[in-house]
């Protein structure tokens, strides 16, 4: 008896046999860093793009010139009191060895500017490979598997959003951490015997916490994820073992690596302190413990992996009550209306749709889509099986939940939103397929038209073709409104030709003047600098002509810095009459001295003499 012929199943063969995942990646690493490199290379010779990016610099610069390693204070900050920065000395070193060894051929200037275009550029690579390895471990099917590699490679050269952080000059943490959360991602993915996938999750957890908080809730939630794939299934044991000693490794050895020992026993909410180092190495090396040896039961599992988890959240807690409230617990609430609400990435998505409607209409198109794709994709009883399926869906939802609060998390959402877009478009592109053989191109084609950024292109479009011109919601982001010139380094020029002195402005430029010249700056947009924000808001808003020149001498500022084109932004003293108003206006008091042109961007003022000491010496203390 013979048995029945098959139908052939619709596989993209064609495609199948050239779609590989590192030369794809390769592709896709090459176009997109080219392309953000050609438009972009010019504005990253301009100067620092970010308060943070300057910063970042100023501390590598720091221990490039022999700064000690555990010494991270930044004197120039907030003086006489100085700056304890939270942010990674792991990180700091890697840039510090990259500027160092690039300097000895073509010196230090040019290093940092070779470093500052092509460190976040070099992070892309490894992004995609992780982002298309879960594209591959979430399609499952084989007959969709290389469609939707291919379909993800497509929308990874198309999708800028996703890339918001690698652009050049981006050298502060957040691409690292986005990265090392993707990486950690992918490895929560595999299934079958093997365990390096759980190796590499575990040990880029630990060293994506080291450089930042961040992605704490997707890293919790992939420490949750394995240790749950092992209540279910016993025989995942061995995954969750090496998870768990991995990650116990990776974290003491960051923690001990980057934490002055002076300060191994201070606790904190917005760093990986003592209290967090405790919790995740109780966590660790309990799950290693409870998936060694002889698996008990589903119940003993349970029980094993519970009793863990509140060992671990309550020396946590122990150590540091506070970080109940979250990594900003410890934060003085009288800057936060100074701080917080003047920065742009804490936007949510409610107030960006307001503010800046084609971002904040990507953002939504990628949460729908997302989840409708996730939703599709879950129809494959295959697909659902897998480990990849359930924790994307984890990952996608704390991402729109994260995205919906602040816009600082909208690359989690696109990251996370690929796989199953790519992989529904790939299903799709299969179930109409009428042969074996499907032309590439038309593959490619159906990958861009399905991204959130051209979905989201073409839904404005609409909005704007059925709205009145006058009934469109006008656009009140900075960035759409070209570059910004006080950030710019020669707007600096003439501040860094003065002597060295102590400077008050905005807090947004504080990180710009100590990055480009070499004065000191009363404050900055960080939260750890509560004084120097008071300190700084409180001269800014004193009335100009009685209070603020004796609030700004009690500071031992030398100079003052205004620019115009931020009056309109941000949290600044605006009540009519403040020094900060009244130099918005144009309008400087007789204690400053101009030394600017109207025409800069920037606008400096140099504190006049006291009247004291302003007296011709007949008039002197020594007068008879």
């Not at 304890?84 to 990180?91: A, E, G, I, T, V």
């Not at 450089?211 to 809730?217: H, I, M, Q, T």
């Not at 209540?231 to 768990?244: D, N, Q, S, T, Y």
């Not at 404050?523 to 600098?529: E, G, I």
Request: charged letters at 15%.
């Amino acid at each position: 008896m013979t048995e029945p012929t098959l139908a052939p199943q619709p596989r993209l063969t064609g495609v199948s046999a050239s779609v590989r995942l590192l030369p794809t990646t390769l592709v896709v690493w090459t176009l997109v860093a080219g392309y953000l490199l050609l438009r972009e290379h010019s504005a990253v010779a301009l100067g620092f793009g970010d308060s943070d990016d300057a910063t970042r610099m100023s501390m590598v610069r720091e221990l490039v010139h022999g700064r000690g390693w555990f010494d991270q204070r930044l004197t120039r900050f907030q003086p006489p009191y100085g700056l304890y920065m939270h942010w990674s000395r792991l990180l700091d070193g890697v840039l510090a060895a990259i500027v160092r060894t690039l300097s000895l051929g073509v010196g230090e200037a040019r290093a940092e500017l070779l470093t500052r275009l092509l460190w976040p550029l070099a992070l892309i690579g490894p992004a995609v490979a992780a982002a298309l390895c879960i594209t591959r471990r979430f399609a499952a099917d084989p007959r969709v598997g290389s469609t939707a590699l291919l379909t993800a490679a497509a929308a990874c050269v198309a999708s800028l959003p996703l890339y918001a952080q690698f652009h050049p000059g981006r050298i502060d943490h957040h691409n690292v951490q986005l990265l090392l959360w993707l990486i950690a991602y992918a490895g929560a993915c595999q299934q079958g015997p093997k365990v390096n996938g759980a190796v590499v999750a575990g040990a880029a957890i630990g060293i994506g916490l080291a450089v930042g908080l961040e992605a704490l809730p997707f890293d919790a939630v992939i420490g949750g994820f394995m240790a749950l794939r092992f209540i279910l299934k016993a025989e995942e044991a061995p995954r969750l073992r090496a998870f768990g000693l991995a990650l116990l490794a990776s974290t003491a050895a960051a923690f001990f690596l980057q934490t002055p020992p002076a300060r191994w026993g201070a606790p904190a909410c917005d760093a990986l302190a003592c209290n967090l180092t405790a919790g995740i190495c109780i966590a660790s090396a309990g799950l290693a413990m409870a998936s060694a040896g002889r698996p008990g039961r589903l119940m003993i599992r349970l029980g094993g992996v519970g009793v863990v988890a509140m060992l671990a959240a309550l020396t946590y807690v122990w150590l540091d009550p506070h970080c109940l409230h979250g990594p900003f617990a410890e934060v003085d609430g009288r800057i936060r209306s100074i701080w917080l609400s003047g920065v742009q990435e804490m936007t949510s998505l409610p107030v960006l749709l307001q503010k800046d409607l084609p971002t904040g209409l990507t953002l939504a198109v990628a949460m729908v889509a997302g989840l409708v794709a996730w939703a599709v994709c879950g129809f494959s009883a295959d697909r659902r099986r897998t480990p990849a399926f359930w924790i994307t869906g984890l990952m996608l939802a704390i991402a729109i939940a994260s995205s919906w609060a602040m816009l600082r998390m909208s690359s989690y959402l696109f990251w996370a939103a690929t796989a199953p877009i790519a992989t529904a478009t790939a299903a799709l592109i299969a179930r109409r397929a009428t042969t074996r053989q499907v032309d590439p191109v038309r593959v490619v084609a159906v990958g861009l038209a399905f991204t959130p950024a051209v979905l989201a292109s073409i839904v404005l479009l609409g909005l704007r073709l059925a709205t009145p011109a006058q009934g469109r919601p006008a656009a009140a982001n900075r960035l759409q409104q070209g570059p910004d010139r006080c950030f710019e380094a020669v707007s600096y020029d003439q501040l860094a030709r003065l002597p060295p002195g102590i400077v008050l402005a905005e807090p947004d430029l504080g990180p710009f003047v100590v990055a480009q010249t070499s004065s000191s700056a009363v404050s900055a947009p960080y939260h750890r600098m509560a004084f120097g924000l008071l300190a700084g808001h409180a001269a800014l808003a004193a009335p100009s002509s009685r209070g603020a020149e004796a609030a700004t001498r009690a500071l031992h500022v030398r100079y003052v810095l205004e620019c115009r084109a931020h009056a309109s932004v941000g949290a600044r003293p605006r009540t009519g009459g403040s020094l900060q108003a009244e130099l918005d206006a144009g309008r400087s008091p007789n204690w400053l001295e101009p030394l600017s042109s109207a025409s800069t961007p920037l606008q400096v003022y140099q504190l006049r003499a006291p009247p004291a000491a302003r007296r011709p010496a007949a008039e002197g203390p020594d007068r008879r």
